[in-house]
């Protein structure tokens, strides 16, 4: 299986290249690119096989996401959030989990904060509120937001803990207006917009308790469930592993024929620049390992205890994604200072 992934990202490899131009203009992936991954199959690597999906072990995973992140880190990045966010659908009712993945693996965009005012009504909720980041919301055919129950206009305390108590709320995607709202300098092709409901109707079984999985829906009792939202956590990092790796390599092969300014010897055999990309790709490949290490070690206690995470793995899986991110980026940086101007220029 984890090879047919591979294979699949080579195939459509020259789609997701061809469109990246395009989505960095647009400020979104192309449909073309997102349907690319989706028809491959990618999006169903979290999904329960119960409903379709692939369920593959979280390293196996990394290893695809990295491998489209060195195509498009823009396109990695819709591929892992559209569907981490979909695993929350483990939380939700038999019957959500029925509406949600009636089509196969769903994709699913969507943002922790702030949540949206909900208002009780027969049958579920009214829901109004606005949430940013929301990566893949043009393409994605499901959207969540978390919510917080109103009443009187104000938010509603429990009992108690004195304290509002927020859940999460899932629904098709054309029930939100997208804001144009996502203008950066940097992974503009992810599409992270802001979106807004109002006074949207959400039956009750597509909301979803925050808190511990206590009672995962049916299909979403193995393992790789148990360790959402670290499963997200390392799914983000990998995309900095892909592209710090598409960097250096892209570096080694500038080096292999560019002479810089003002100097007769090629930089294939200047010394600071092989001392530079050394340690830039022992960063990468520390980054990387570091990673896997930790989800495999997660994975595995989470399938021989049948329970959650422990303290001690989420604090590994932090850490490992901490390290990694800021490793990644010093490998660029590393790269930057070998090659030059040519670290920023479009052409070479």
């Known amino acids: 299986m984890f090879q047919d992934l591979l294979a699949a990202v080579a195939r459509i490899a020259p789609v997701i290249r061809e469109h990246a131009a395009t989505a960095e203009a ?12 989706l028809d491959a199959g990618l999006f169903g690597m979290l999904a329960p096989k119960a409903y379709g999906g692939l369920e593959v072990h979280p390293t196996e995973a990394m290893r695809v996401w990295e491998a489209v992140a060195r195509i498009d880190s823009a396109a990695a990045w819709n591929l892992v959030m559209n569907q981490c966010i979909s695993s929350y659908a483990a939380w939700l009712s038999p019957q959500g989990v029925r509406e949600l993945f009636g089509n196969g693996p769903a994709t699913t965009a969507g943002a922790l904060n702030p949540p949206a005012a909900a208002t009780r009504v027969d049958g579920g909720w009214r829901i109004t509120g606005r949430v940013p980041f929301g990566s893949g919301c043009h393409q994605a055919r499901w959207l969540a937001m978390p919510a917080i129950a109103h009443e009187g ?12 108590t927020p859940f999460a709320v899932f629904f098709p995607s054309d029930r939100a207006r997208i804001l144009d709202t996502w203008h950066t300098l940097g992974m503009r092709g992810t599409g992270s917009a802001d979106y807004e409901v109002q006074d949207l ?20 009792e193995g393992p790789l469930f148990r360790m959402w939202p ?32 003002y100097n007769a010897v090629p930089l294939r055999e200047q010394q600071l620049p092989q001392f530079q990309l050394g340690k830039a790709k022992a960063r990468v ?15 595995a206690e989470v399938e021989q205890t049948g329970r959650l995470l422990s303290r001690e793995a989420k604090i590994r899986l932090q850490l490992a994604a901490c390290f990694a991110a800021e490793t990644c980026a010093e490998a660029v ?8 101007a040519s ?4 052409s070479q």
């Open 333 to 340: 940086r590393l790269v930057n200072d070998a090659v030059g």
């Open 343 to 346: 670290a920023f220029r479009e």
């Open 153 to 164: 206009g104000r938010p509603k305390a429990d009992a108690a803990t004195g304290q509002a």
């Open 230 to 261: 670290w499963t997200c956590i390392m799914g983000e990092t990998v995309v900095s592993v892909g592209a710090a790796a598409a960097a250096v390599d892209q570096a080694l092969e500038l080096c292999r024929a560019k002479t810089a300014a």
């Open 285 to 299: 490949d520390a980054s990387r390992d570091t990673l896997h290490a930790a989800a495999g070690e997660a994975y």
């Open 26 to 37: 647009d400020r979104r992936l192309t449909g073309a690119a997102y349907a690319a991954m």
């Open 201 to 220: 109707f959400v039956p009750d079984h597509m909301t979803a308790p925050v808190g511990p999985l206590a009672r995962p829906a049916p299909g979403f």
